[in-house]
Structures are given as C-alpha cells and as structure tokens.
C-alpha cells in the first residue's frame, strides 16, 4: 500500500475513536452553578471531601459548624457545614 493510503486509513481510525470517545466525556453534570441548597442535598450525610468534582458556584464556603463567619449575605454563596468528623450536615445559601 502507499502512503497516501495508510494515511487515509490512519485518519479515518482516528476519526472514529475520536467520536466514541465523546460519550464518556459528556457525562452529567452533578451540582449547579447557581446556589440552589436542593441541587446539593445529596451532600448531606457524605464526607466534606464529596464536593471534589461537584459543579458549584462561584462562591463556596465551606465551614465546621459553630465556626465564627461573617454575617454578609450573597445570594449566590453555597455554604457547606460540616461537623467534627468532616460529615456534611448542612447545605445553604448566603
């Protein structure tokens, strides 16, 4: 075969993996970019660390309940409040 041949085939293979590829890539999207606390209840019960790869907003705060906090409001801040052990008992906005 030449290579004008090979390189067709080679281009065509790539093609195709490329496009079964893309499946994998457009899983769903868990969370929101909006505080919206019932998008994130599925937290509540799970380990602080269940907020890597969650789509958030942009402010996020995450805090040990009881901590001291400032008391400035931002509609759009997801508050993540977890207790002693890292366990997620609470997600609010504010």
Same mark, same amino acid.
Do not use: Y
């Given at each position: ?9 080679? +281009? @065509? *293979?790539?093609? =195709? +993996? ?5 499946? %994998?890539?457009? +899983? %769903?999207? *868990?969370? @929101?970019?909006? /505080?919206?606390?019932?998008? #994130?209840? #599925?937290? =509540?019960?799970?380990?602080? @660390? ?9 402010? =996020?705060? *995450?805090?040990?309940?009881? @901590?001291?906090?400032?008391?400035? #409001? $931002? %509609? ?5 409040? $977890? ?6 008992? +609470? *997600?609010? /906005?504010?």
């Amino acid at each position: 075969m030449s290579i004008k041949i090979w390189g067709a085939a080679l +281009a @065509s *293979v790539m093609a =195709v +993996a490329g496009c079964m590829g893309g499946e %994998e890539e457009a +899983a %769903e999207v *868990v969370g @929101s970019e909006i /505080c919206q606390p019932e998008t #994130f209840q #599925f937290l =509540v019960g799970q380990d602080k @660390s269940a907020l890597e790869g969650v789509t958030v907003p942009e402010m =996020v705060r *995450v805090m040990q309940d009881g @901590s001291p906090a400032t008391m400035d #409001f $931002h %509609e759009n801040r997801l508050n993540v409040i $977890h207790d002693e052990d890292g366990k997620i008992i +609470a *997600v609010r /906005c504010g």
